[in-house]
């Protein structure tokens, strides 16, 4: 199955247009066969890869299928929407919901999985266009997470006493840094 993933970053100056050209060049990685459709309908017709370019690219028109049509099926999947800017946001979720909607046939679709904070605009825009979309929240689940970020701290800072001994971490010192990581990330 194919899988196009973007791993949004803090700080970084992630748009649509960045994350559908990335999503772009993992598929036609992923499917060498689909090099020379990209190039006769795409890259020969138009100059700039602008985001209305890359939109049909992935989705199509009505008229041409676009490149994923023929990777169906595949699944996206975009990590830390809530990491890009705030006025970016909604239209990132806008354009990512536009490729799922490509082929409603049961043999081939594509799924995207979005994952983010749960930020009102986020949200907003998930739930106008997905009726049926459906929502984890890992926010409901703190003991879970907490115990998850304990786990990764502890193991982290074990590597970290081996690895430099001279941080002289011991058991109780690892312990009581992994208290204090799990109450600042509160979840998160």
């Given at each position: ?22 999503l772009v060049l993992k598929l036609i ?57 705030p006025k970016e946001q909604r239209y ?97």
């Amino acid at each position: 199955m194919n899988t196009i993933y973007y791993f949004c970053r803090y700080h970084q100056s992630d748009t649509s247009s960045k994350i559908l050209k990335a999503l772009v060049l993992k598929l036609i990685d992923n499917n060498p066969d689909i090099i020379p459709v990209a190039y006769a309908d795409y890259i020969e017709k138009y100059r700039e890869p602008t985001l209305k370019v890359l939109k049909r690219m992935l989705a199509g028109t009505d008229d041409v299928p676009g490149l994923l049509s023929g990777a169906s099926p595949c699944r996206i999947i975009v990590d830390g929407v809530d990491e890009c800017e705030p006025k970016e946001q909604r239209y990132i979720i806008e354009d990512l919901l536009q490729l799922v909607s490509v082929d409603t046939t049961p043999t081939k679709h594509c799924k995207l999985l979005v994952s983010s904070r749960n930020l009102p605009d986020i949200a907003r825009a998930l739930q106008k266009k997905v009726k049926a979309a459906s929502a984890i929240q890992l926010s409901e689940e703190k003991d879970s997470m907490n115990h998850t970020i304990e786990s990764l701290a502890r193991a982290r800072l074990s590597d970290m006493a081996i690895e430099k001994p001279s941080f002289a971490l011991s058991d109780t010192t690892i312990a009581e840094l992994c208290h204090v990581i799990v109450d600042k990330a509160d979840g998160k």
